[in-house]
């Protein structure tokens, strides 16, 4: 217990190494051996904010979570029956088919959401469980309630560490033993039904009826209004600085009595048995491989953003610019120099709608999810290449149907090439700067993993691709030509072009000079319509490279990142 700002935080994360070497000093031992990061297996944490996946519901969230966390000796059938046992144990039936829910998405109850998140910590059967005020936002049943649940779960033989700011009576009554933080450091550390009785023998009482956990937490922050203290600090405090020297004169007496004789008692304490030294010496292992932990989190991963995927708002504006693009271009012609350009300017149109869909689309997926990949990362319940590919491969089924469908729709309202080889190839090509698009956003959103910073970039990024994308201007001047080399719409616009003009495609045939060789027009002066289809291969290199770069970013981003 303490006050806002005391520590009990910081103190709990040290607990759990979880704060990055060199933030803390000094050592913690588990049953007297030093932390690995073996043992975050044996450790359960349970942050302050209820980081659950919104759109699974309880079922779902405690199933996927036993899949990735339980051995991998134990069946899923077993796994199954484990979650099953979690939600009778937590009393979550009522609400098992129930999505969690969150700011957008409503969901069970606040009770219900942190139970959820026990479970889900204690389907691993943790030797220690860690809770950051976990009744923080709960009404005074509901909060007494859980406490019920821990109590209970502590009497199987668990050790439970929670922080707490201001318990009820009730609640205070149900722990056992009790730290007492002010200003980082212990005023008191012992049986919590014993702490009056040791304030007391320092000479501060209540003068009015009061809660305990209320008068410690007034002695923690100095505040002494309505209690009486000693007889030594009554003439020496000053008014101004009451809380201060109220605040040193506990902590002094804490390491004068209480820090004393906890030191004596653990140089002089019985030796901790083998058998309990090695129980936390362990190597640390994956639950299950590679392939199986790619399966189920893609299965929780379509289950989550399925509601986005099928989006009908998605779909209306794929359907919707399509049908509006397609009556702007209504069965277009290359009779005249006049209606190819206006043609050429549908197919940077095209690239332009879906480059911005596409890596607007990727860009805020990792800063959304980062609070949730970092608590997962921490806890090892998968490789971060499993999560990485899993989100590449599940969003490109998004990312690839509406563009398709969009083509559809578009390409034969247009009345572009009639060809089936051609229409394939041009609806491969608008793919293929979606697919690199999309790893574009994936690397500015790995790199920022803000959506402010990752959004911003994302802006600056298009604009500067649009501008030497090579419709607006072909000839850039040659200190900015290099621009163009690094935009993947310059090559995607290009790719198009190439689709649909090469071969033997002749146009403006109404002139008296008979007709004229498509490459002749001033709308290619900077395209070798016949040179090959080497954009193909710079893009595919593209999107890998972007792909890679982002699981880097990613990669060296969550591991300094904190929840």
């Known amino acids: 217990m303490g ?14 190494g979880r704060l990055a070497a060199g933030d803390a000093s000094g050592a913690v031992t588990y049953n007297d051996s030093p932390y690995t990061p073996a043992l975050k297996r044996r450790i359960g944490f349970v942050t302050q904010d209820d980081l659950l996946f919104p759109q699974l519901t309880v079922e779902e969230t405690l199933v996927f979570a036993a899949f990735l966390r339980l051995p991998k000796n134990m069946t899923r059938q077993q796994k199954y029956s484990r979650a099953d046992a979690i939600i009778n144990q937590l009393s979550l039936e009522r609400c098992r088919h129930t999505k969690v829910g969150g700011a957008f998405v409503r969901g069970i109850s606040g009770g219900e959401r942190k139970r959820t998140s026990i479970g889900y910590e204690i389907l691993v059967d943790p030797s220690l469980l860690l809770l950051d005020e976990p009744t923080s936002g709960l009404d005074s049943s509901s909060a007494n309630k859980l406490l019920q ?8 033989g668990r050790t439970i560490i929670t922080t707490i700011h201001q318990p009820s009576s009730r609640i205070f009554h149900k722990f056992d033993k009790l730290l007492l933080i002010s200003d980082g450091q212990a005023i008191y550390h012992g049986k919590a039904k014993e702490s009056m009785v040791y304030f007391s023998s320092l000479g501060f009482q209540p003068e009015i009826a009061m809660n305990p956990a209320e008068f410690l937490l007034d002695l923690a922050t100095g505040q002494v209004n309505d209690i009486k203290i000693p007889e030594v600090l009554r003439g020496s405090i000053n008014p101004r600085e009451s809380e201060v020297e109220v605040i040193k004169f506990l902590q002094l007496k804490y390491k004068s009595e209480i820090e004393t004789r906890e030191k004596e008692e653990n140089i002089c304490g019985i030796a901790i048995p083998k058998h309990l030294t090695s129980a936390v010496q362990v190597k640390k292992d994956w639950t299950i491989g590679w ?8 299965k929780r991963t379509l289950r989550e953003r399925c509601v986005d995927y099928m989006d009908k708002l998605r779909l209306l504006q794929a359907v919707g610019v399509a049908v509006l693009l397609g009556l702007l271009w209504w069965k277009s012609t290359m009779g005249t120099e006049a209606q190819l350009r206006d043609q050429v300017g549908l197919m940077f149109y095209i690239c332009i709608f879906w480059t911005s869909s596409s890596i607007f689309g990727a860009v805020y997926v990792f800063p959304f999810e980062k609070a949730y990949l970092v608590k997962e990362k921490r806890a090892d319940m998968y490789k971060l290449s499993v999560y990485y590919v899993s989100s590449t491969l599940c969003d490109m089924i998004a990312h690839v149907s509406y563009p398709t469908i969009f083509m559809i729709i578009l390409y034969f309202m247009a009345d572009l090439r009639r060809s089936a080889a051609r229409f394939f190839m041009t609806l491969f090509a608008v793919l293929l700067v979606v697919i690199t698009s999309q790893g574009a956003g994936e690397l500015l959103g790995a790199a920022s993993l803000n959506v402010k910073r990752g959004g911003f970039m994302a802006s600056l990024v298009l604009m500067l691709f649009l501008l030497t994308g090579g419709y607006y201007v072909q000839h850039l001047p040659k200190f900015v030509k290099w621009m163009k080399y690094i935009s993947f719409m310059h090559y995607g616009f290009r790719l198009l072009l190439k689709v649909q003009y090469s071969g033997d495609v002749k146009y403006d045939c109404q002139r008296r000079g008979g007709c004229r060789s498509i490459q002749s027009s001033p709308s290619f002066d900077t395209i070798n319509l016949s040179g090959g289809w080497h954009e193909i291969w710079i893009l595919v290199a593209m999107a890998l490279a972007y792909r890679i770069l982002a699981y880097l970013c990613l990669r060296k981003r969550i591991d300094v990142s904190s929840i």
């Open 149 to 156: 649940v821990l109590q209970h779960l502590a009497r199987a």
């Open 3 to 16: 006050p806002s700002g005391s520590g009990k935080t910081t103190l709990l994360n040290i607990l759990a």
């Open 291 to 298: 392939f199986e932990q790619f399966l189920i989190i893609s």
